[in-house]
């Protein structure tokens, strides 16, 4: 078993309809406008109970970086604020809250399909793309009226650091993480504002430009969302974060660094194939050629490992990258638990009505959860070492000097993989944050379910792993994988989409293959002894 792949924003949260498109909407829905539905108070906490009694049933890692008390409390709180008044987009923005408090990055909370078509309809989005940079909210786009680059104050009056802090919270990331939230704001600005603060019919930007005086203001029309994603297709950011969106042009590649004793090994995913598949095998023979070249060339010293696109992937691909770097043997996790013995609550799980759907479903999880757990002292079901092997290094591993590019994007599998790089190599480690846990995440097979009075839909996988990775002192419980080096972006990185990550590690290597100390930071985390 292996970490899934972690949706992008186009495909996640809001942006993910999933099988909810296929369950029936709720009867009291037939008839009249979606978006302006109200919900009984009483149906509003059926759900709000049904979802609790779903999380604590399914979702082993509900308690992960929370207490009971504190989920109790918080669970407690979305129903105290239950009225009769409230729309499916009120309820949304409970179930939002708690699902972001749990702390998941693969809790992910969808609107009805009818819901969500009004509310892209509508001209009611702000326009342009932004993005978050060295803390300061930007304007992503050459093609708006205000300046490229714009540092925006406020919006409609509301100050960009309560933006970030308010808007980030329906992009759900692992325990404490806050940088992966950057990647949701980059692409879904304008949705998570209509979430939070309700349709606009203009905006009023407060900005500021470097080298002129005051701030300025400009007013600019509300848009339907499908104006908004052909900005976004068009931001000005694209050369350099296209991979965090879209499928990069080539999943992996190789290439030596000319006039360098280094070689760049680039794996943009682990969506690749599950062991026994062509896409598999394609990609264990590229790895054994490349690392074949390394063993058989002893002048190429340093290899940079760039995974800053991988959002995750499928069965033993991250671990089987990690048998190069190895220096000894390893599992993918310590353990990994599941909170029940059946599928709970199936009557709710998003299925169209086709009862051998649902049944194949639930046979299929009942079946790993046979041939891959066992029941531990406290009920929960325990990971068998049968299901979690022993992985040996590969003969031809790498022996030479090892660097490793991160980024808010690495989730699931591919921060797993990060994590195993950090915790179990030499490597230096240079980017930004991870939004996957550096010592666990919650992975493997996908639950959904639809809550029946509102039609929202809330998934979430549901085994907790424990990642086979040491403790380390710069390495704090709830955090994502941290840089030996933080390097990010700055506004005139920004403007000129340049890599200060990638230029950055290359001037390190060729400073210590040349004998210079390093340039930047102190190397920050070091292994507990």
């Not at 921060?415 to 930004?432: D, K, P, Y």
Request: proline share 8%; aromatic share 10%; charged share 20%.
């Amino acid at each position: 078993m292996a970490a899934r792949f972690r949706l992008g924003p186009w495909a996640a949260g809001v942006g993910w309809v999933g099988l909810a498109a296929c369950q029936p909407q709720p009867a009291a829905q037939q008839g009249a406008p979606a978006l302006a539905r109200v919900v009984p108070k009483a149906r509003v906490l059926e759900d709000l109970v049904l979802f609790q009694r779903i999380k604590e049933a399914a979702h082993a890692g509900i308690y992960k970086y929370r207490s009971k008390a504190q989920m109790d409390s918080a669970f407690a709180a979305a129903r105290a604020q239950a009225t009769d008044g409230m729309t499916v987009i009120d309820v949304y923005r409970l179930v939002v809250g708690i699902t972001n408090f749990e702390g998941s990055l693969h809790n992910d909370t969808a609107l009805p399909a009818a819901v969500r078509a009004e509310m892209h309809a509508a001209p009611a989005f702000f326009p342009y793309p932004v993005k978050l940079v060295a803390g300061q909210l930007l304007l992503n786009t050459a093609r708006g009226p205000l300046p490229l680059g714009a540092l925006i104050a406020s919006i409609n009056g509301i100050p960009a650091r309560r933006l970030v802090r308010e808007l980030g919270r329906y992009y759900t990331t692992d325990g404490l993480n806050t940088t992966g939230k950057t990647v949701g704001l980059a692409a879904d600005f304008p949705e998570y504002y209509r979430l939070e603060y309700g349709p606009q019919a203009a905006f009023v930007v407060r900005y500021t430009v470097p080298g002129r005086p005051g701030t300025l203001a400009q007013t600019m029309p509300a848009v339907p969302y499908r104006a908004y994603e052909q900005a976004f297709a068009a931001r000005h950011s694209k050369p350099f974060d296209d991979a965090f969106f879209n499928d990069a042009p080539r999943k992996y590649t190789f290439r030596l660094l000319p006039n360098r004793p280094a070689a760049v090994l680039t794996v943009n995913t682990f969506d690749i194939g599950e062991a026994g598949t062509a896409g598999h095998r394609r990609y264990a023979a590229f790895l054994d050629s490349c690392f074949g070249l390394l063993r058989q060339t002893p002048a190429i010293t340093d290899l940079l490992v760039d995974v800053r696109a991988n959002g995750g992937g499928d069965d033993n691909n991250d671990m089987h990258t990690f048998a190069y770097l190895a220096h000894a043997p390893f599992r993918e996790n310590k353990g990994a638990t599941v909170s029940f013995r059946q599928v709970p609550c199936r009557r709710y799980l998003s299925f169209e009505k086709n009862t051998a759907e649902r049944a194949t479903a639930v046979r299929e999880i009942a079946g790993l959860l046979r041939t891959d757990f066992a029941g531990g002292p406290n009920g929960q079901l325990h990971q068998t070492a049968r299901s979690n092997p022993v992985f040996q290094p590969r003969p031809n591993r790498f022996r030479g000097r090892l660097y490793l590019l991160i980024s808010p994007r690495l989730a699931s599998a591919g921060s797993m993989f990060a994590a195993m790089v950090r915790g179990r190599t030499a490597a230096t480690v240079i980017g930004e944050e991870t939004m996957g846990g550096y010592y666990g995440h919650t992975g493997h097979g996908e639950l959904a379910y639809t809550l029946p009075n509102t039609g929202i839909q809330t998934s979430f996988y549901w085994v907790d792993l424990q990642q086979d990775v040491p403790p380390r002192a710069g390495q704090p419980f709830g955090r994502g994988v941290l840089p030996d080096y933080p390097v990010a972006q700055s506004r005139a990185d920004f403007l000129a989409n340049r890599d200060p990550q990638l230029a950055f590690a290359l001037k390190l290597m060729a400073a210590r293959a040349a004998g210079a100390a390093p340039t930047r930071g102190p190397r920050i985390g070091a292994p507990k002894h």
